[in-house]
């Protein structure tokens, strides 16, 4: 559907990004992911023939871009900027209406077919109820949807769009993301967008193209391209981790003074690990198998981790290093994780802490505590939720 | 599909309220002055039937008539161009004059008024003012036209148009400075812009150039609505940008350097009216906005006009103060009550 030859994109005698190479077939949904001033705005602008390449050329449907007629080039392309619009008195309807440019006559009337294509477009983005509000009245997410309505009425066949979840909520954010890939799904369109979320690229697109410092970094599937390093590299993040098995972020903070141990699993320990980076405690946390969703937490935020293979037994070696750690701690909170066969040895980790006169915090009700525990658990400190763990460790410290 | 039709309804009915009102003003303005002739007469005169009183005819047929009807071409003309500069720069507070067109026809007129350029002449004739003062406008207009082309951003030129207001209005005071006290007066008074001593050649100039003007500028409703989005939004759709940025630059210049020809510079018609007509009919869809502004530019400006004549009868009020000290607070009422910014 488009292609790029050789192109080189920037202002003036400025060259931004140099050689670009990229092919977007029908109905493809293709992120680019770059740091802010990478370049990926003028890109997008010299694809959609906003901006002149500088060299190279942009080929779209086979033929050039810079060839085409503005008139035939705003049937097959549509754009959705980040621009403030300042659009005064007009309804949601009467702007969305404008992508009809292209197809109505010399004074610009509306047919019943555009109105009706008008309509269609305002309900395939969930935007039907606003069309008779005024646009400069909208919510930034509302204004979004109907800006997409407008490029979709202009029935295109590529719509290119720069960061088109900025300044949006959650809700808003998927809900664009959502529209888009069923634009590029059910009506085959090329949907080209720039974005500022590795986890929204990750989930959604199909092709990203990572552009810095003047090139295209890599191009590809996100399963593929988006890992660790990658990302890391690509952003210059020191400070936070990207795990591409949960997809998300995560900040590492594992500077504190005071030590605590935590014994978790099976997602029982990710929320308190989070409350006791963002307080400043340094983690350990153990024994956990590699496959555990805490363990992937844990490492993201860099908090020591004493891991055991998938689906084996605690053994030994992880059992006393455990041990080791425990030593250096007064704290120690059992996060509640489910007990089994493979992890059954934790258990005797928090009996051996129970015994030392340490200070324990379950997460487990005394009922359950006492069934699992039998007679040290008098010792522990109960705590409902993570709040009155974060009490009993300021208690302790003092 | 109700929404619109209501819309629909609201249009027409202000359309007819702003062409009832213009009507209303221009009976208004031939029937009142500060020489009373009865309405009979001056219907008899309109309309070239015999009256006994000569001088009637004459203040009739050869003052008041022509001067309203300039009234409503020149309020039409201004409100229009005020309307394309406003939506081209997508800036509210951007009136007709804001490229320098009027200081350029002041700076010629001045030229002509102060200096002794016309010393061999003697009288200065009304008419060679008016060319001046064209001149002056179209100077300023090529160019801007010219500065257009390479400018890439339209704040740019807007900024090009204000520094060559300044350059202008600088000569001219430059000019006041050296001038008799006498001239300066005049220089003053025309200044403060006026439609009286329109006579009948000159109207032909007006209504027939403006009614051309107007409707070029009509014809660009499309263009103009996609340009509400701003510029990148409407070449995506199509619209030949440099085309579109000299044809309203040459229309709004144009008009509003026709009326500052024989008028002189009228203040706050081209900036006020399309905000009360955008407000009043509710939409910002210039294929709407610009027969409403058309109609309610000429609406506005016969009735300031015929405030001014009458106020403190028979001392004639600067029109332009009328404009301003009415217009004003009804703009600022009109934003007031309504909740969105423009």
Redesign the interface.
């Known amino acids: 559907m488009m292609k790029t030859r050789k192109l080189a994109v920037g202002y003036g005698s400025k060259t931004v990004v140099d050689n670009i190479e990229l092919e977007m077939l029908k109905g493809q949904f293709v992120c680019l992911l770059g740091p802010n001033g990478s370049g990926k705005t003028t890109i997008l602008?010299s694809l959609?023939?906003?901006l002149a390449p500088l060299q190279g050329a942009v080929y779209l449907k086979g033929s050039l871009l810079n060839k085409l007629k503005?008139?035939q080039?705003?049937r097959d392309?549509?754009?959705v900027?980040t621009?403030r619009?300042?659009?005064?008195?007009?309804?949601a309807?009467?702007?969305a209406s404008?992508?009809r440019?292209?197809y109505?006559g010399?004074?610009?009337?509306l047919s019943e077919e555009d109105?009706q294509k008008t309509w269609e477009a305002l309900k395939l983005v969930n935007a039907g109820e606003l069309?008779?509000r005024?646009f400069?009245?909208l919510s930034d997410g509302e204004k979004q949807k109907v800006l997409l309505a407008r490029a979709l009425v202009?029935e295109p066949e590529v719509i290119i769009l720069d960061e088109p979840t900025s300044h949006l909520d959650v809700r808003h954010r998927l809900e664009v993301m959502a529209i888009l890939r069923r634009l590029a799904r059910e009506k085959g369109i090329t949907v080209i967008a720039s974005l500022h979320d590795v986890d929204l690229a990750l989930k959604t697109c199909e092709v990203v193209v990572l552009v810095k410092d003047g090139k295209i970094v890599a191009c590809g599937l996100p399963e593929e391209v988006l890992d660790e390093k990658t990302v890391a590299g690509l952003y210059d993040i020191g400070c936070a981790h990207f795990n591409r098995h949960l997809g998300t972020m995560e900040l590492r903070d594992n500077g504190g003074e005071v030590l605590v141990c935590v014994v978790a699993g099976a997602g029982s320990g990710a929320n308190v690990y989070r409350l006791l980076a963002k307080r400043g405690f340094a983690i350990v946390t153990g024994v956990i198998h590699e496959n555990d969703i805490d363990c992937h937490v844990a490492r993201g935020m860099g908090a020591t981790v004493i891991g055991e293979g998938p689906f084996g037994e605690i053994s030994d070696v992880a059992y006393r290093r455990a041990l080791d750690f425990l030593e250096k701690t007064n704290f120690v909170i059992d996060a509640g994780f489910p007990v089994g066969p493979f992890n059954r040895r934790n258990v005797d980790l928090i009996k051996h802490c129970l015994g030392q006169k340490k200070i324990v915090c379950t997460m487990r009700s005394r009922k359950d505590a006492g069934e699992l525990f039998a007679s040290p658990a008098r010792n522990l400190v109960y705590c409902r939720g993570v709040a009155s763990i974060l009490e009993t460790l300021d208690g302790g410290k003092k | 599909m109700n929404?619109?039709l209501k819309q629909q309804i609201r249009y027409r009915f202000l359309y007819l309220l702003f062409l009832v009102m213009l009507f209303i003003f221009f009976i208004l303005n031939i029937a009142m002055g500060s020489v009373h002739i009865p309405f009979l007469d001056t219907c008899k005169i309109v309309f070239q039937q015999q009256v006994d009183n000569e001088v009637h005819q004459a203040v009739v047929w050869k003052i008041r008539l022509p001067r309203s009807l300039a009234t409503l071409f020149g309020g039409a003309a201004l409100a229009a161009a005020g309307l394309l500069l406003q939506v081209f720069f997508?800036n509210?507070i951007v009136g007709p004059y804001v490229l320098g067109i009027s200081s350029g026809a002041t700076l010629m007129v001045a030229l002509v008024m102060l200096t002794g350029l016309t010393a061999g002449i003697g009288g200065i004739h009304p008419f060679f003012l008016c060319l001046a003062a064209f001149a002056g406008a179209v100077g300023v207009m090529f160019i801007v036209l010219a500065v257009a082309v390479k400018v890439r951003d339209v704040v740019t030129l807007l900024v090009i148009g204000l520094m060559m207001g300044y350059l202008c209005s600088a000569v001219s005071s430059i000019l006041i400075a050296f001038a008799e006290k006498e001239k300066v007066h005049g220089f003053v008074l025309w200044t403060f812009g006026s439609f009286s001593g329109f006579c009948w050649d000159e109207l032909q100039i007006l209504a027939f150039g403006g009614g051309v003007l107007l409707l070029g500028a009509f014809?660009l409703?499309?263009p103009l609505?996609?340009f509400?989005?701003?510029e990148?939004?409407a070449?995506?759709?199509?619209?030949?940008i440099k085309l579109f940025r000299y044809l309203i630059v040459f229309l709004s210049c144009a008009l509003a350097g026709l009326v500052t020809a024989f008028a002189g510079p009228v203040a706050f018609i081209g900036l006020a009216v399309p905000h009360m007509a955008?407000?009043s009919l509710?939409?910002?869809?210039n294929?709407i906005l610009i027969p409403g502004v058309i109609l309610l530019g000429a609406v506005v400006t016969s009735l300031c006009d015929l405030i001014a004549r009458l106020a403190f009868s028979p001392v004639e009020l600067p029109v332009s103060a009328v404009t301003s000290f009415f217009g004003a607070p009804i703009v600022i009422g009109l934003l007031l009550k309504r909740?969105?910014?423009?």
Do not use: C, H, I
């Open positions: 602008r959609a023939r906003l503005p008139s080039l705003a392309l549509a754009v900027l621009e619009l300042s659009t005064g008195l007009l309804t309807f009467e702007l404008m992508g440019y292209p109505t010399f004074f610009g009337r109105r069309a008779g005024y400069s009245e202009q | 929404l619109l997508r509210p014809l409703g499309k609505n996609a509400l989005l701003g990148n939004y070449r995506s759709m199509g619209v030949n955008r407000l509710g939409t910002s869809d294929k909740r969105t910014a423009l």
